[in-house]
């Protein structure tokens, strides 16, 4: 297994480091090779992603990075140059960011109910295109643009893909999550192709909701979800508060996945770099430990994944949340549960 590891910014080195202890413990033989891509090498060098690097990094099996994203580099430079750069280039189009409440976990609901869903974020298209600009840039009459690309082979593909995990779980239920009575061009697509790959699983349930109802029903009642479908800019805020609602962004972990194989996918945890707790040893690796469990998934490591997830879930139902110990000591814990083999229901 060929691994290529962006560390990144903030906190990103302090998660990805514990996240490799506890790879080790499962795939000892993994070759792990690390690139120093972020805000220390932009200083440096002034470069982002060197095309040089972009085809050494699809010369690998899958990707982890930790954050990207630095209060001394102009906001935008590091995330557009830099992670959706990567996205874009290997075609990252499904980001799955699965959202689960485990046992022992306190969520900020009073009764959240058992809140177990999967977000399937569009991840190469929307308003995340770049299709914008300025115009009249200084002048009063500026005029500033973001236009959401959708495409139809674009959706489709990230539909089907959402299909078929809502198919493989056992409520089998798909929700629609976007503004279709205010984005009625890019709603309109997204509504027919959802109709028509639906009519190839007549197992799955369908439901419509608008992002904005959506927010209030991720807060009153988040257990209504299984699988969610939605456009990039949709499914970065609702993964945000999906975090939130299952014990915090701390354990929320993520894919960003080519499903034909033909570029290496990427695991990150959906947090970001985290300037405000950089340093301090404070961050919680859960999120980047379990962003590796989703790795070992998709290269059909099935069995050490779960055995990470086992040994999270484990941790998670014995911690004491109050104090959960430092980056370090969980990083320790989940490697000794893991290395003993921890198993839950
Ligand atoms: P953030 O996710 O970095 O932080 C939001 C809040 O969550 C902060 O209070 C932070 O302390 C807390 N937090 C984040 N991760 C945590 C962890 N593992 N344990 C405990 N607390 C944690 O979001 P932000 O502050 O909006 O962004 C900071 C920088 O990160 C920006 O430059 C942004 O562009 C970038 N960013 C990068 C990614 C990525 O690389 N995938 C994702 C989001 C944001
Ligand atoms: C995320 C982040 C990124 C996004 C930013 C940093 C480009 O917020 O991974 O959720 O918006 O996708
Ligand atoms: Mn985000």
Redesign the pocket.
């Known amino acids: 297994m060929r691994l290529a590891v962006i560390p990144?910014d903030?906190?990103g080195p302090e998660?990805i480091a514990e996240a490799l202890k506890v790879l080790g413990e499962v795939i000892p033989t993994a070759e792990i090779t690390r690139y120093d891509l972020g805000a220390a090498r932009w200083h440096a060098t002034g470069e982002l992603l060197p095309e040089s690097v972009l085809g050494e990094l699809r010369d690998h099996d899958a990707i982890l990075l930790g954050?990207?994203?630095?209060p001394s580099v102009p906001s935008g430079i590091l995330?557009r140059g830099l992670?959706l750069r990567l996205r874009f280039e290997l075609d990252h189009h499904v980001n799955l960011r699965p959202a689960r409440l485990y046992p022992g976990v306190k969520s900020p609901l009073a009764e959240p109910g058992e809140v177990d869903m999967v977000v399937v974020r569009e991840g190469t298209e929307g308003l995340y295109a770049g299709n914008g600009g300025l115009l009249r840039k200084d002048t009063p009459h500026e005029i500033a643009t973001e236009v959401s690309v959708n495409t139809s082979f674009g959706v489709e593909r990230v539909v089907r893909d959402a299909f078929a995990r809502a198919a493989a779980r056992p409520r089998k239920h798909l929700t629609l999550v976007h503004k279709t009575n205010v984005l009625t061009h890019a709603g309109s697509l997204w509504s027919r192709v959802v109709e028509e790959v639906s009519l190839q699983h007549p197992d799955v349930t369908v439901a419509y909701q608008h992002v904005d109802a959506t927010t209030i029903h991720m807060v009153t009642d988040p257990a209504r979800f299984d699988v969610i479908v939605t456009d990039n800019l949709f499914g970065d805020i609702l993964t945000d508060l999906a975090a939130a609602v299952t014990g915090g962004?701390?354990l929320a972990a993520s894919g960003n996945l080519d499903i034909t194989r033909r570029n290496p996918s990427m695991f990150?945890?959906v947090?970001?770099?985290?300037?405000?707790?950089a340093g301090q040893g404070i961050?919680?690796p859960t999120?980047a430990v379990l962003s590796v469990a989703l790795l070992l998934d998709h290269l059909g490591e099935h069995e050490s994944a779960r055995r990470i997830e086992a040994s999270v879930a484990f941790d998670l139902a014995t911690r004491d949340h109050s104090s959960p110990g430092g980056t370090f000591a969980i990083g320790d814990r989940l490697a000794a549960l893991v290395s003993s083999n921890v198993r839950t229901g």
């Open positions: 990144g903030g906190i998660v954050a990207v994203g630095d995330e992670l962004i701390g990150e945890p947090h970001g770099s985290a300037p405000d707790i961050a919680d999120a």
